[in-house]
Nanobody
Framework: QVQLVESGGGLVQPGGSLRLSCAASEYIYGSMGWFRQAPGKEREGVAAIDSDGSTSYADSVKGRFTISKEYAKNSLYLQMNNLKAEDTAMYYC???????????????????WGQGTQVTVSS
């Protein structure tokens, strides 16, 4: 089974930036995505990328977050700029190894999940 390991979370001030990374133990041929879950809230899709490089973003992060994938390293990234307090959450990496999903920001589309990395935006 493919393993996903996130890193790069931390404490940052409002307006700051962070770059999250997700290392996959095996090559992902399908879709990958970033999700987040804040305390007391449901997990939600943040950004996703398909095997052809097409991307999807939640409205709340458009223009601030950028998802990218480095195929040679089996790695997924999320560059987060102009962070806001409402971006505070546990961020999870997800993958569907052999399939391109039809709804890339929906939780049920993904089978493999990482353990998460905490992002806290606070002054």
């Amino acid at each position: 089974q493919v393993q996903l390991v996130e890193s790069g979370g931390g404490l940052v001030q409002p307006g700051g930036s962070l770059r999250l990374s997700c290392a996959a133990s095996e090559y992902i041929y399908g879709s990958m995505g970033w999700f987040r879950q804040a305390p007391g809230k449901e997990r939600e899709g943040v950004a996703a990328i398909d095997s052809d490089g097409s991307t999807s973003y939640a409205d709340s992060v458009k223009g601030r977050f950028t998802i990218s994938k480095e195929y040679a390293k089996n790695s997924l990234y999320l560059q987060m700029n102009n962070l806001k307090a409402e971006d505070t959450a546990m961020y999870y990496c997800a993958a569907r190894r052999f399939r391109r999903v039809s709804r890339p920001l929906e939780i049920y589309e993904y089978i493999r999940w990482g353990q998460g990395t905490q992002v806290t935006v606070s002054s």
